[in-house]
């Protein structure tokens, strides 16, 4: 599989290559590092708009600042990818970051590895919404990574009996190696969570209790720890309750594709659980 990890330096950069070591992926992945030049963004100091007269010196001094900070990141990406163990090459693009990352992203990408600072404003603003957009945009699945790396042994997996949820099941199947550190150790073990809204019909928590035992099913035979998590309430609070209580090093959900329809449904859920989860998550798509 071919991974697309987008850095623009800083640690949460780092922390989106970082990731791509600690998932114990069936195949080794080939990934691409990205750091993106934005100089049009560029802004002189107190001003509204991106350059007019009199700004050319700021202007002219903030591009030969990036492009010296993009060669130093290129470098620094390159060591970290040799320590890491990881195969694949660094690539400096110019141009609008969201944009330039969906460009590459259509290259014959499965994942694209993205670092987000949190849910303060500032930050939001920055590579909060630059991950938001992601998981909406990009052609390909997508890993947000919230924290620094560790080893991924408890996924939790949102399941609903949609496509968008088999898609996910089956992504975990066919990438995840269950048994990382050999027959003889811990399989990692996959929490599948199927949240139901507060009905009084109880043939419907019969329903998806049976979904998640399909899922588990499926998952066990490849080699997977199960354990299955039935919860009544709205489905992205109880993903990430489920979650937080379990010590999850990894959310998988699915992601129901690009249209209004899809992002009202799914793609809420998995909008909200990438904001507010506390360890990293992987939208399917």
Same mark, same amino acid.
């Given at each position: 599989?071919?991974?697309?990890?987008?850095?623009? %330096?800083?640690?949460?950069?780092?922390?989106?290559?970082?990731?791509?070591?600690?998932?114990?992926?069936?195949?080794?992945?080939?990934? &691409?590092?990205?750091?993106?030049?934005?100089?049009?963004?560029?802004?002189?100091?107190?001003? *509204?708009?991106?350059?007019?007269?009199?700004?050319?010196?700021?202007?002219?001094?903030?591009? @030969?600042?990036?492009?010296?900070?993009?060669?130093?990141?290129?470098?620094?990406?390159?060591?970290?990818?040799?320590?890491?163990?990881?195969?694949?090459?660094?690539?400096?693009?110019?141009?609008?970051?969201?944009?330039?990352?969906?460009?590459?992203?259509?290259?014959?990408?499965?994942?694209?590895?993205?670092?987000? &600072?949190?849910?303060?404003?500032?930050?939001?603003?920055?590579?909060?919404?630059?991950?938001?957009?992601? *998981?909406?945009?990009?052609?390909?699945?997508?890993?947000?990574? @919230?924290?620094?790396?560790?080893?991924?042994?408890?996924?939790?997996?949102?399941?609903?009996?949609?496509?968008?949820?088999?898609?996910?099941?089956?992504?975990?199947?066919?990438? *995840?190696?269950?048994?990382?550190?050999?027959?003889?150790?811990?399989?990692?073990?996959?929490?599948?969570?199927?949240?139901?809204?507060?009905?009084?019909?109880?043939?419907?928590?019969?329903?998806?209790?049976?979904?998640?035992?399909?899922?588990? !099913?499926?998952?066990?035979?490849?080699?997977?720890?199960? &354990?299955?998590?039935?919860?009544?309430?709205?489905?992205?609070?109880?993903?990430?309750?489920?979650?937080?209580?379990?010590?999850? !090093?990894?959310?998988?959900?699915?992601?129901?594709? +690009? %249209?209004? *329809?899809?992002?009202?449904? +799914?793609?809420?859920?998995?909008?909200?659980?990438?904001?507010?989860?506390?360890?990293?998550?992987?939208?399917?798509?």
């Amino acid at each position: 599989m071919k991974i697309l990890a987008a850095t623009d %330096g800083s640690k949460y950069g780092r922390w989106a290559m970082e990731w791509l070591a600690e998932i114990p992926f069936a195949v080794q992945p080939v990934v &691409r590092v990205l750091h993106i030049v934005d100089a049009a963004s560029l802004r002189a100091p107190f001003m *509204i708009q991106p350059v007019i007269v009199g700004t050319e010196r700021y202007i002219q001094s903030e591009v @030969k600042r990036m492009e010296t900070a993009a060669k130093a990141t290129k470098k620094e990406s390159e060591s970290l990818l040799s320590t890491l163990g990881l195969s694949g090459t660094v690539t400096t693009d110019h141009g609008a970051v969201a944009a330039t990352i969906m460009k590459h992203a259509q290259r014959g990408v499965g994942l694209l590895s993205i670092g987000s &600072r949190g849910l303060d404003a500032l930050d939001r603003f920055m590579l909060g919404s630059i991950s938001n957009h992601a *998981i909406h945009h990009a052609p390909c699945s997508v890993l947000v990574v @919230k924290e620094p790396p560790r080893p991924v042994r408890h996924l939790v997996l949102a399941v609903d009996g949609s496509a968008a949820s088999d898609k996910a099941v089956k992504f975990v199947m066919r990438t *995840i190696n269950p048994t990382p550190d050999g027959p003889d150790r811990e399989p990692v073990l996959v929490t599948l969570v199927h949240a139901m809204p507060f009905l009084k019909y109880p043939e419907v928590k019969e329903v998806g209790k049976g979904l998640v035992q399909r899922s588990g !099913d499926k998952l066990a035979k490849s080699g997977f720890q199960i &354990r299955e998590a039935v919860r009544l309430g709205k489905p992205a609070d109880e993903i990430l309750t489920v979650a937080k209580k379990n010590k999850a !090093d990894l959310i998988v959900t699915g992601a129901k594709g +690009l %249209g209004a *329809i899809g992002r009202v449904l +799914l793609g809420s859920v998995s909008t909200r659980v990438v904001q507010h989860a506390h360890c990293g998550v992987l939208v399917v798509r």
